[in-house]
């Protein structure tokens, strides 16, 4: 037995300027794309372990991952598809380890057509997906596969156990003749990314419907939050089941994916997430903050790189100093051009630097004037560092050169790449402590949370013009399809 087994992965936030060429993705190849996953914890790993187990060869054309960004190259994205499809013949199964809301120059539904020429490559072939929990589930996408399996955590801890899941039934399909085929039901809702964590709020309780549903009536059954920074028909909620070919499979299938469906839309709210005021957070972060001995965390998660930020914008720490908030750690901010004037001026140099908002956020038509700053260059560091943990414990990870900018009362990592602060080594890598400040801005959304939560005296989560905003009112969003909630009012639903 042959099995077909890739991993092409990309959330595509299509407000977000950063490109994403093929090189984005590093991508592996053949023997080189079945080395990246062994022993890894991805789902692709789990379908090579599976193959394994019933003596199946792997035929593994690719495994690509690039972070969230702007529309993937049509060149990167005609490359590494076509490489997926071209080894599909003679295959016994199918295997693909996918995002579910990748965007190509060339295409809205990037999953949906690659899935579609697969399964018009090798018809009847068994064809199971693994996919993302913020997928951006399509009609197309569900058409052309037998077995479809989300991940049921976020932050995300449990990519292997997807593939496992999904590999599982495929097997079954193949050894058994069991005969699957996926059901969905779309809901006219956006969720908001800091809505759909796992641990806690609706988004907890509709996981926890389908672990149920999974017990009783389905084979699987996944909520798909969508990623709704994507200006494509529907980038919303779905609950996605595979479903026995039975008639009673079926008719338990319809009635689970009802329950659940109508569960989400009662809990709407619970997947909506309104804006504070910036001057309301910054006076409760003061407040927050009055002798609490620890430093007090402030998101900007309108600007996060892992979900398409340009990780360059000054809005909140600018607000914060109109606010007269002083005592405060930031970084990392990626400048390139900052960092060489930095580093050609040298360590103890007094300088001013224009830095920041120097990436023009064209499809929402803002562009941003740099914020002069003046300042002492305390130190410089080629940016790279080992992370200590807890998540992705002992990787390595470079954001370009660093330098360690105080200006006052301010400190600020700047950096040469787009960097998402999840690990202390963003600080350390300069010999920053940032538990030393009153207040530590960061640039993220969930990612930080692991580490600096418990750092920390508390969390405000601070909005702001990026392209990862939470104020919807901010995108030009042209094909999307309405009405949908909280943009309007939907009539009646389910
Ligand atoms: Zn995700």
């Not at 379908?47 to 394994?52: E, L, P, R, S, V």
Request: charged content about 15%; overall charge negative; hydrophobic content about 45%.
């Amino acid at each position: 037995m042959k099995f077909l087994i890739a991993r092409l992965n990309h959330e595509t936030n299509t407000f977000s300027p950063v490109p994403t060429p093929l090189e984005a993705f590093a991508p592996d190849y053949d023997a080189a794309a079945f080395q990246a996953n062994v022993g890894m914890r991805t789902a692709m790993a789990a379908f090579i372990d599976a193959a394994k187990r019933v003596g199946a060869q792997c035929v593994t054309p690719v495994s690509a991952t690039a972070n969230p960004s702007g529309p993937m190259d049509a060149d990167a994205y005609n490359q590494l598809t076509d490489r997926i499809v071209a080894a599909a013949a003679g295959c016994d199964a199918i295997l693909l380890d996918l995002h579910g809301a990748m965007v190509a120059q060339n295409t809205p539904d990037g999953e949906g057509d690659l899935l579609a020429r697969v399964r018009a490559a090798v018809p009847g072939v068994p064809l199971g997906v693994a996919l993302d929990l913020h997928g951006n589930i399509t009609q197309k996408m569900i058409d052309n596969a037998d077995v479809m399996v989300g991940f049921k955590t976020y932050p995300h801890v449990d990519m292997y156990e997807t593939g496992e899941h999904a590999a599982r039934l495929v097997l079954q399909m193949l050894q058994q003749g069991t005969r699957y085929a996926v059901r969905w039901r779309q809901l006219p809702l956006l969720s908001h990314t800091l809505r759909s964590t796992t641990l806690g709020g609706a988004m907890a309780a509709a996981v926890s419907s389908a672990r149920q549903a999974e017990g009783e009536s389905v084979p699987a059954m996944t909520i798909f939050a969508g990623f709704s920074l994507a200006d494509i028909a529907a980038p919303c909620m779905s609950v996605v089941a595979t479903a026995e070919c039975t008639a009673e499979g079926e008719a338990l299938c319809t009635a689970a994916l009802d329950r659940v469906a109508a569960q989400i839309w009662a809990e709407r709210e619970g997947y909506v997430y309104a804006s504070e005021p910036l001057a309301d957070a910054f006076a409760r972060a003061q407040r927050m903050a009055e002798g609490a001995g620890k430093p007090l965390l402030l998101l900007d998660h309108s600007d996060n790189c892992m979900s398409g930020g340009t990780c360059d914008t000054m809005d909140v720490l600018q607000a914060a100093w109109r606010h007269g908030l002083t005592g405060i750690a930031t970084g990392p901010l990626s400048d390139p051009e900052a960092v060489a004037q930095l580093v050609a001026a040298g360590v103890g140099a007094q300088v001013s630097v224009r830095l920041g908002n120097k990436v023009p956020l064209a499809r929402l038509g803002i562009v941003k004037e740099p914020v002069l700053v003046h300042g002492t260059v305390r130190a410089i560091s080629d940016g790279s560092y080992t992370v200590t943990g807890p998540i992705y414990t002992g990787q390595r990870c470079s954001m370009g050169r660093a330098v360690w900018l105080d200006a006052g009362g301010t400190q600020i990592v700047v950096v040469e790449q787009p960097h998402e602060p999840w690990d202390l080594g963003v600080f350390s890598c300069v010999g920053l402590d940032p538990t030393a400040y009153r207040y530590l801005l960061l640039k993220s959304r969930m990612y930080c949370r692991p580490v600096f939560v418990p750092l920390s005296a508390g969390l405000v989560e601070c909005d702001s013009p990026g392209v990862t905003s939470s104020d919807y009112r901010l995108f030009p969003f042209e094909n999307l399809r309405q009405p949908v909630y909280p943009l309007g009012d939907v009539p009646a639903y389910p």
